[in-house]
């Protein structure tokens, strides 16, 4: 049988201890130190770097495919017009920004905005356009609260003012990628790259194989043209004898 | 017929509360030959002690008080707010009201495992032993029936109650609820003699178990400094009786899913949510009438009459109030601590308690 | 890095795409040897290879036109290919650590490649239970003690499109085949430079290869036979002789299994593997022996390197018999076929 062994204690100590605890309810009775945020009249005053929905800018955009293939939820969905953008399907999206990190041109950004209500699932899939811009709700909150913790004490401090929701976009640093090809011998010659190229960089054009003088047959040739190539990756990706990647063109 | 009814006016009228505020309008109704029937009844002092104050009345009023008051404090203590929207204006103070309507308007599911009769019975049945003290417990001259053992009484019914509680739990038929009662009737052995032994100690002290004998011999020093002791246990077992934070075993919220109630909704789960409290009431008035001085309190002539079962219920309610900041603060304890706690220094104090209350009954006497 | 290059395409025998073009003048003509070389470069993965024979469904639609699959096919402006081959040196040897199908000396030669580091990877064929060929990737010589991974299987095998995974990912990269498949991958060599990461070709004595299901009913029908049952099959002086769990042998003369050639073999000169680093098979050594045709500097330092370590012991080769059996294969597959 296993005896335990009764907890040693100071009777003076306990009671001491008691009234601690007696004197910091007391305390709080009479002048609480709450730390409740009354949403949805007032909210909680939200740092730059917030999660929040994700605001999209169609200039950047080089359709790269890199925000769709990274989104662990399946949230994104590319949308084909002129070229491919990324719709977000808010019944799935976690917010956890990933595509907004991987975007290489910074289309992609947050916003403070966390509490959209929509009226039904179907709504929840918001298509490129209607991501461009923060989405327009009625507020009802006229003050913000902010927390300032110093170890144990917590305070608030309410202000009337409001910050403002939309985040200016934080600048990417953009490293030129341009296609080019590492093995020319190794070309199946089957112009998968030429089809998937979204910028359409990649021009096929009919031509006669020669060696030396002599012309020896019919053939291709692919040209790679740099002022349209994006460093968007999808050819590279697409070669099935993995010869194509992307070179830095040094500023 | 006539003859019954000026009989009953002529007891009633005989036996009058007599408040100086509301005399003039009292002397006004007499005239009026009909109303003067209903005002004779609602001021005769049985009536009035039982019905009105310290009786069901006040104690629906302080139903509605004491839930609030509990979430309200709890809520600050810790940081929160409690409830909040139902009047914002008032923050919040009729929660209870909507509770209590809400609870007449849901559903009330009897589950086909339960023992219907018992089951719907029960915490109608568990009302008998709450509110029979009322009618012997007196406050100032009002009281609903004599008695010089009021106190013995008092404690006879209030140890009644958990046997309806073990009751409910064993008609649920359920595991939660089967625990619950195992834990209730455990509590039940834990408290029950310290609590005997400490008001029985008080008997002594006074020499006597009628209430007005009691408070009569707190004119000088209340019973909390004769023996402090007996307070002391007695405040313990009040805890331990309506399963309170730190003795919450049988309603443990995140051990046992509500103890030996779990089963209930609809109205008969606001009729056993208040049992624990009406409970509280009745201890605690008992515990006013011992310790604390009664009744006894700075005279208002204004009041006459009312004076008495006014000072009762304010100093309930400070009791009461009290052991709410108790609930906010502590931890719950281990069901084997509690018995512990009630068997080794609860027993011992109280035997103490015991020793003491003969000594100073004597020399007080 | 270049930006603008050129890649040549084949010339058109009919106005199809390409693919149409080698199942007119390949499949449909029944050259086709199933390799599938043509299914391991074809950029959209459309063609089929497996137990049944090539095809490329939907090919009106979903061929690319880019001409691969032509540059790579052995059978393409078919030449056949015969004799003993070029060689630096011949011997009979049976590795001293493996059990194979005779002296495990294409189990050996793989080992002692991967140990010397001459390659990082290495395509084998292995068996599952019902005999049906499976594609293992070999990367230590420990791999190779698997009796369900050594030893001849007997039926056609995607060892090429394997071969073509291993190359996009490994510098350096071996695998056995039949010495249809050895031409094709020199072939591939020639035609698309990253296949020069093949180092190590190892051809087999082969006089022809089946489809898994017909040799399996085959072997059910005449004989009786269960490949389940068995534990060993081997092709020894015209009998082709299966070896059961219980211990009895099963003895079919090799002429019965005409039937159940594919007509692609029946077009087939080539007995000795004569692309290959080297050749190995049991024709021309004793019992138990291989006889090892070392044909490139590669595989002569290969087997320098067994020899050092006493991996294998060596015997004289009787080479005779191996001429005559290519004469043989001359003789019964004429090229252009008689009708």
Not at chain 1, 14 to 41: F, S
Not at chain 2, 264 to 292: P, Q, R, W
Request: include cysteine; hydrophobic fraction near 45%.
């Amino acid at each position: 049988m296993i005896r335990l062994s009764k907890v040693k204690t100071d009777p003076v100590e306990n009671l001491k201890r008691h009234a601690e605890a007696i004197g910091e309810a007391v305390k709080q009775a009479i002048k609480p130190d709450r730390i409740t945020v009354e949403y949805p009249r007032e909210r909680r005053r939200y740092p730059e770097c917030f999660r929040g929905f994700i605001v999209f800018d169609k200039e950047k955009c080089i359709s790269c495919f890199r925000c769709a293939q990274i989104c662990p939820a399946n949230a994104i969905q590319m949308e084909y017009f002129d070229k491919a953008y990324p719709g977000i399907d808010y019944a799935k999206c976690i917010f956890c920004h990933f595509c907004v990190d991987s975007c290489p041109t910074g289309a992609l950004n947050t916003s403070k905005v966390h509490d959209v209500a929509f009226k039904s699932m179907d709504e929840m899939r918001l298509s490129a356009r209607q991501i461009t811009r923060v989405p327009e709700i009625v507020r009802e909150e006229k003050q913000t609260v902010e927390y300032y913790v110093d170890r144990n004490v917590w305070k608030l401090v309410r202000r009337r003012e409001l910050d403002r929701l939309e985040v200016p976009p934080k600048p990417v640093k953009v490293r030129e990628r341009k296609a080019a090809c590492t093995e020319p011998e190794s070309c199946l010659g089957c112009r998968l790259c030429a089809n998937v190229c979204p910028q359409n960089a990649i021009k096929v054009e009919k031509c006669e194989v020669s060696i030396g003088e002599e012309v020896t047959g019919t053939g291709c040739v692919l040209q790679i043209q740099t002022d349209l190539c994006t460093g968007c990756g999808l050819c590279v990706r697409q070669c099935p004898m993995q010869i194509l990647t992307l070179e830095e063109v040094g500023e | 017929m006539m003859d019954v009814v000026s009989y009953l006016y002529e007891t009633f009228s005989s036996n009058m509360m007599d408040i100086p505020l509301i005399a003039p309008i009292v002397d006004f109704l007499t005239k009026i030959p009909l109303i003067n029937f209903i005002v004779a009844l609602i001021l005769w002092k049985p009536f009035f002690a039982v019905i009105i104050m310290p009786g069901l009345g006040v104690m629906t009023l302080y139903l509605l008080y004491i839930v609030w008051y509990e979430r309200k404090l709890t809520a600050r203590v810790q940081w929160r707010v409690g409830p909040l929207e139902v009047a914002r204006p008032i923050r919040g103070a009729i929660q209870t009201l909507a509770d209590g309507i809400r609870y007449f308007f849901q559903e009330a599911i009897v589950h086909r495992e339960a023992h219907r009769p018992y089951y719907v019975q029960l915490p109608i049945l568990a009302f008998i032993p709450v509110l029979l003290p009322i009618m012997f417990i007196p406050a100032g001259s009002a009281v609903g029936i004599y008695t010089p053992y009021s106190i013995q009484l008092t404690v006879t019914f209030i140890a009644l109650i958990p046997i309806t509680i073990v009751a409910i739990g064993w008609a649920s038929n359920s595991r939660f609820a089967y625990i619950g009662s195992v834990r209730e009737a455990f509590m039940y052995f834990a408290y029950e003699v310290p609590f005997i032994i400490a008001v029985i100690s008080m008997i002594f002290l006074y020499s006597s178990g009628d209430a007005y004998v009691a408070v009569e011999k707190q004119s000088a020093i209340p019973g909390a400094l004769l023996n402090p002791i007996a307070f002391v246990v007695y405040i313990i077992a009040m805890l331990m009786a309506t399963s309170r934070l730190p003795f919450e075993i049988p309603e443990a919220d995140q051990e046992i899913a509500f103890g030996p109630f779990v089963e209930y909704s609809g109205i008969l789960f606001g009729l056993v949510m208040v049992l624990a409290y009406e409970k509280l009431y009745i201890m605690t008035l008992l515990f006013t009438i011992l310790f604390l001085g009664g009744w006894s309190g700075p005279y208002c002539p204004l009041l006459g009459d009312l004076n008495g079962p006014l000072w009762m219920f304010i100093k309930t309610i400070v009791v009461i109030s009290i052991l709410v900041i108790v609930r906010s603060i502590y931890a719950r304890y281990r069901l084997d601590q509690a018995l512990r706690i009630g068997w080794t220094s609860m027993l011992a104090l109280s035997i103490a308690a015991l020793v003491v209350g003969g000594v100073i009954g004597v020399w007080l006497s | 890095m270049a930006r603008e290059w050129q890649f040549a395409l084949p010339e058109k025998k009919h106005e199809k795409k390409y693919f149409g073009n080698l199942k007119a003048e390949v499949i449909d003509a029944g050259l086709c040897c199933h390799c599938a070389a043509c299914a391991s470069v074809c950029p959209v993965n459309g063609i089929t290879a497996g137990d049944a024979p090539i095809d490329f469904p939907n090919w009106i639609k979903e061929c690319v036109d880019c001409g691969a699959c032509i540059k790579v096919c052995p059978r393409w402006d078919y030449t056949p290919k015969s004799g003993l081959g070029e060689y630096i040196e011949v011997t009979a040897a049976r590795s001293k650590r493996f059990v194979g199908q005779d002296g495990a000396m294409v189990t050996e030669f793989t080992a002692s490649a991967l140990e010397m580091g001459l390659i990082e990877r290495a395509i084998f064929v292995a068996r599952d239970s019902n005999w049906r060929t499976r594609i293992v990737t070999i990367r230590t010589p420990e791999q190779l003690y698997d009796r369900k991974i050594t030893g001849t299987k007997y039926s056609y095998a995607d060892v090429l499109p394997a071969l073509k995974d291993a190359v996009l990912k490994s510098e350096a990269v071996g695998f056995v085949g039949t010495p249809c498949m050895v031409t094709a991958v020199r072939k591939m060599q020639q035609a698309f430079k990253k296949f020069e990461r093949v180092k190590l070709a190892i051809g087999l004595f082969c006089t022809e290869n089946f489809y898994h299901h017909d040799l399996y009913n085959f072997l059910l029908e005449k004989a009786n036979a269960d490949l389940r049952n068995a534990i060993k099959t081997d092709i020894k002086k015209g009998k082709f002789i299966v070896e059961m769990k219980d211990g009895s042998r099963v003895r079919i003369p090799v002429k019965d299994f005409e039937e159940i050639i594919p007509s692609g073999c029946k077009v087939c000169q080539d007995f000795a593997a004569v692309d290959s680093d080297v050749s190995v098979g049991s024709v021309g050594s004793a019992n138990g022996f291989s006889t090892v045709m070392v044909r490139t500097e590669v595989a002569k330092s290969i087997l320098e390197y067994i020899r050092e370590k006493d991996y294998a012991e060596f015997q004289e080769p009787k080479l005779e018999v191996v001429q005559k059996l290519c004469d043989h294969k001359i003789k019964i597959h004429p090229w252009p076929p008689e009708k």
